[in-house]
């Protein structure tokens, strides 16, 4: 069915990619763009942990040979198209601070985000609670960094 392993792990990347896009897609869109983002955030993280396969596929070298293509980027760009759109909307509006691209503010959050599931996949951040609180608390301090006017109740301690 397939050339070789890495034609399977593209296929597994995409759909991997596919099952990323409709995690995201089911967060209710909000006007409070602060809690939008921490919901998104919320549902990247839950996906890591529902699907620590795909997502050690995805992101974390499960096949070390395997570089995605510009195919499977592009699954990867359309998973995180509610992260562009939502940074994107809040920059028109005004609603974030400083005048970064659009492009650098998601890849810093997508950055970020990756690299506190990364840690705990490799079991840096004790268990799952201790590491979902960093999780939290990364995800407050982008926040807190990207919005004008931060409501600090927001987030940090649920879960």
Not at 88 to 104: M, P, R, V
Not at 111 to 119: D, F, P
Request: aromatic share 10%.
């Amino acid at each position: 069915m397939f050339v070789n392993k890495e034609g399977l792990a593209q296929q597994l990347y995409l759909e991997g990619c596919k099952l990323l896009a409709k995690r995201l897609e089911e967060v209710p869109p909000s006007s409070d763009f602060l809690q939008h983002l921490l919901d998104l955030g919320e549902a990247f993280w839950q996906f890591a942990q529902d699907y620590t396969s795909y997502y050690k596929l995805m992101f974390g070298g499960a096949f070390a040979e395997f570089k995605p293509d510009a195919e499977s980027m592009q699954g990867t760009k359309t998973a995180i198209h509610r992260l562009l759109i939502l940074i994107s909307t809040a920059q028109k509006q005004g609603q974030i601070s400083g005048q970064k691209e659009t492009e650098t503010l998601v890849s810093t959050i997508w950055a970020s985000l990756r690299g506190v599931i990364h840690l705990h996949m490799g079991g840096f951040l004790g268990d799952v609670k201790a590491a979902h609180n960093v999780y939290k608390q990364t995800m407050n301090l982008m926040s807190q960094s990207l919005f004008a006017v931060f409501k600090p109740d927001r987030g940090a301690d649920r879960g």
